[in-house]
């Protein structure tokens, strides 16, 4: 009947999606006002609509990767140009060439073509490697696992308390909401020098924090569920654990807001008879959360700036965030005659205590684009960088190879029967998936090195298998 019903949901969802598909291509098409740079602009909607179908299996079996991949692309290729096209086309972005539009509008179809096939290529694997039956499954050692989640907690208090300078990257929900900004603008980097012991001993608790916020959450979940035998009472326990994490909100509001979606999925898996609750709370507070900072933040643009509508602010939000057309199109006017180098220092620029152990300067692709004019703070595309180093043939690699690990890690995460991996396989497929829209490659690769690996360096310290028993979840789909 779960199956069915999930079948049924995921049928209605795909309706639902080509439908304001067709319609965004019909507005668009229609639109006979609009600025020519975006006469293509229907495209996205369409292409968007035409995999949709084509690959329509991918919306029927539940993967975490998959839905994560799926909704930026859907948001990216279809409600972002809708905005545009009933909030004046406004964009945070300068006009560029008109060229760089058309441009940018094949780049995107490019990559959907790859994302799509990389979910469809990764949940055949994913669905075969289930089958497969181990011959033999090692018992976890959690106690050694244990001890190095309450080391881990320790270390963080002790330097918490020690460096209290790292203490101010972290707004608690009313600090933020009382300051009308829609993020932490403090940086203990700014007030602390290169090789001090305050630097070393609060860059330590930053990387350290990045994913203990994940691991020690989880793993206190998963021993009040045993405990309480998935009682009422055991889950209040664990959603005031997980709204811990607005308590610690840094200069990406999203990191808390990523960290507690991944929490409130994790615990959904553990306390499955409440699972349309977990899942709708979670809905609600994610959405309550967003409404109230950008509310804030638009109302701060439309003194500061003079946005004049709420339909302009919505385009300029979603071109920003979501990477749109206007995005991948001012890709084109980065100059860079050093690609090697930059490249180099892109890739450097993801690695833990490197300013600490290693200083290195240089200028990464991401610094290149926010060097262009008005826009600073922005974020660079993956199909961008990927057009930058590898030229329009090979440009969805990027995108492609994290996409398809996303979904794989999506499927290890639905059949694994190793509670304490389930958090990591999870929070590894969420991670990756958002390369293809509210991040980039780049940003991504920071947080697989930082928080990520780190994540599955702990879970080392267990003795099972690194594929857990999928002889246990037969029948059930990835």
Known sequence: MMKLTWKIARQHILLLVLLLSLASVMLLVADVSKPMRYDWLFLLPMTFAILSFYYRRVYDLPNIGCTVVLGQLFVRNVITPLAMRFGNYYSHFYETSGIHYQYAIYLMMYEMFFCFG?????LGRGYRGQR???????????????????????TCVVLWVAFPVVQGNYWTIVDLLSSGLKDNPFTHFEHVNVGSIDRIGSTLFVFLFGFARILVPAYLIVKIHRRSRGSGVGLAFSLI???????????????????MMALFLFTTRLFGKYR??????MAIIVSLLVIFVFAMVYENELYGLGHQSFMEYVSWVLNSYFTGVDNVAATFDIIDAEKIRTFLFSAYETLPFRNTLFPMQGTSIVGLFTSLPGLGGQIVSTIGIGYHYLSFLFAPMLSCVSVYVSVLYG??????????????????????????????????????????????????????????EPSKQKGVHN
């Open 241 to 259: 654990i997980i709204l811990a994490q607005l308590l610690f909100i840094t200069s990406a509001t999203a990191e808390a807001l990523f960290a």
């Open 132 to 154: 497969q039956t181990l011959s033999r499954v090692k018992r976890p050692r959690t106690r050694l696992y244990g001890v190095v989640i309450l080391g881990l907690a320790l």
């Open 276 to 281: 349309k609750t977990l899942l709708g709370t």
């Open 411 to 468: 499927s290890k995460y639905k059949s694994t029967t190793n509670d304490w991996k389930s958090i990591i396989y999870l929070f590894t497929s969420f991670t990756l998936a958002l390369s293809v829209g509210m991040y980039n490659i780049v940003i991504v690769l920071k947080m697989v090195m930082q928080i990520v690996l780190p994540m599955h360096m702990a879970s080392i310290m267990m003795r099972g298998d690194l594929y857990d």
């Open 118 to 122: 990389a979910m469809k290529l990764a």
